[in-house]
């Protein structure tokens, strides 16, 4: 069966500074989607990335960056520049296509420090 | 572009009585739609998704129920509320590209 682990469940990092969530699955399949999602204190899942299995390029969205590591089975998020306003919890999810699952990460906490 | 709305925000609700959290999709047509639960500080929990009208898949049993009268409407039940049904309840849909989009998220207390 498919997990999603997120081995921290604390972060913090300064503002403007640089943070990475970890992230790792588990699958036996090779074509799957990876994703992150950000919850903010309103509660509502945004998504902040998204990673095909087949590519091997990182997927990249302004200051938020992937490093996908299909062989070591992790996906972690690099956030950049961080903000105030990137403090929330981050869902790392696991997606196949036709099994109509999405499996989720228990979360991990992103404290922004001013 | 598509849009997802489901409500109420927030309800409170006396154990056993009957519950209605209504979701609906604009901008697409026959999407997959999906109920999970989130309780406190845990991730996310598959209750049901959909792939058509009428057509639902259980993935917990419990005491809850789903169902889907319109293509782009799915809505969460349940005839007697217990004290473990509270949590934060969030439908989503999923894209052709194979990613899923969610509501804003339904806060249920049953007291």
């Known amino acids: 069966a498919q997990t999603v682990t997120q081995s921290q469940p604390e972060m913090s990092v300064q503002e403007a500074e640089t943070v990475t969530l970890s992230c790792t699955y588990d699958?036996?399949?090779?074509?799957?989607?990876l994703f992150w999602y950000k919850q903010p204190p309103s509660r509502q899942m945004i998504l902040v990335i998204r990673q095909e299995a087949y590519k091997q390029q990182n997927a990249t969205e302004n200051r938020f960056s992937v490093n996908f590591q299909k062989a070591a089975k992790s996906f972690s998020l690099k956030i950049s520049d961080s903000q105030l306003g990137d403090a929330a919890m981050y869902f790392c999810?696991?997606?196949?296509?036709?099994?109509?699952?999405?499996?989720f990460g228990t979360g991990t906490r992103l404290k922004v420090l001013a | 572009s598509q849009t997802i709305h489901q409500w109420p925000a927030t309800l409170v609700q006396p154990v056993g009585s009957p519950l209605s959290l209504e979701c609906t999709v604009e901008?697409?047509?026959?999407?997959?739609l999906y109920w999970y639960r989130q309780a406190a500080g845990r991730g996310l929990q598959l209750l049901f998704y959909s792939v058509g009208i009428g057509q639902i898949s259980s993935e917990v049993p419990q005491n809850l129920s789903a169902s889907r009268p319109q293509d782009r409407q799915f809505i969460l039940s349940s005839k007697k509320l217990l004290l473990s049904d509270s949590g934060f309840y969030l439908c989503?849909?999923?894209?052709?590209?194979?990613?899923?989009?969610f509501g804003e998220g339904s806060w249920l207390t049953v007291v």
């Open positions: 999810a696991y997606g196949y296509s036709g099994t109509y699952k999405y499996i």
């Open positions: 901008g697409t047509s026959n999407p997959n």
């Open positions: 699958t036996s399949e090779s074509d799957y989607y």
């Open positions: 989503a849909w999923e894209s052709p590209g194979n990613t899923i989009y």
